[in-house]
């Protein structure tokens, strides 16, 4: 059977996306228990990114708080650092995603060229806003805030996005807002964009295009 059926079929598939749906609210709860427990002191920020990381990606997104984004990790790598800088930045661009596809393929029912340009220019708004807002929360002016994200967040959030709306429009192409297809095929792009995009900060974190987000341990201290 060819890929793009197998996937058709087990994206349409209602006894496995119920079991997706509990399994993402189990790595949610899991989440929340270890952040009030034993993380509370990371900053708000990143609790919000790894919220959103896990309602995406379910146990891979909570795989990758495990690894990278607890204070408790016992050392700090160029690995776990672009981990936490994907995360960021899969944070933004997946909730713009989300809201892009809905209005555009949903709820406006535009042509796949309106879908895939209004859907790219919502995921890149709210991932260099994702950038912006704290930069300028930190006392950075606006206008180097915007220039400073539009740099280091420009290829990551091309690659990611390149890949995700591409893997949405193949495999839920006609799909309707009603379909379940149409947000299953959602939910498995965004994995998608963020295991492409992973290796794209490793090497923007490496060559210090990007600094990568700071060791967990530093930023509760620093809370």
């Known amino acids: 059977m060819p ?9 349409t598939n209602t006894t496995a996306l119920y079991a997706w749906a509990v399994v993402v609210l189990a790595s949610l709860g899991a989440l929340r228990y270890d952040i009030r427990a034993n993380n509370d002191d990371i900053p708000t920020l990143m609790q919000f990114v790894w919220t959103l990381t896990v309602a995406y990606s379910g146990p891979l997104g909570l795989a ?24 960021h930045c899969y944070s933004g661009c997946g909730a713009g995603e989300v809201l892009g596809v809905v209005a555009a393929a949903g709820i406006l029912a535009l042509p796949q060229i309106g879908v895939v340009a209004v859907t790219f220019t919502a995921a890149y708004t709210f991932g260099v806003a994702l950038t912006v807002g704290p930069m300028t929360q930190d006392g950075v002016a606006f206008g180097e805030a915007f220039r400073d994200a539009i740099v280091t967040e420009t290829p990551s959030i091309a690659v990611m996005e390149a890949a995700a709306i591409g893997t949405d429009v193949y495999l839920a192409e006609g799909a309707t807002i009603t379909e379940p297809l149409f947000w299953s095929a959602l939910a498995f792009s965004l994995t998608v964009g963020l295991l492409v995009a992973y290796p794209v900060n490793v090497a923007l974190v490496h060559r210090g295009v990007k600094d990568g987000m700071a060791n967990p341990r530093d930023r509760a201290t620093a809370a």
């Open 3 to 11: 890929v793009e059926a197998l996937l058709r079929d087990v994206l």
């Open 64 to 87: 990758v708080y495990a690894w990278a984004g607890r204070k408790q990790i016992e050392r700090d790598s160029l690995w776990r650092r672009s981990a936490r800088s994907v995360a």
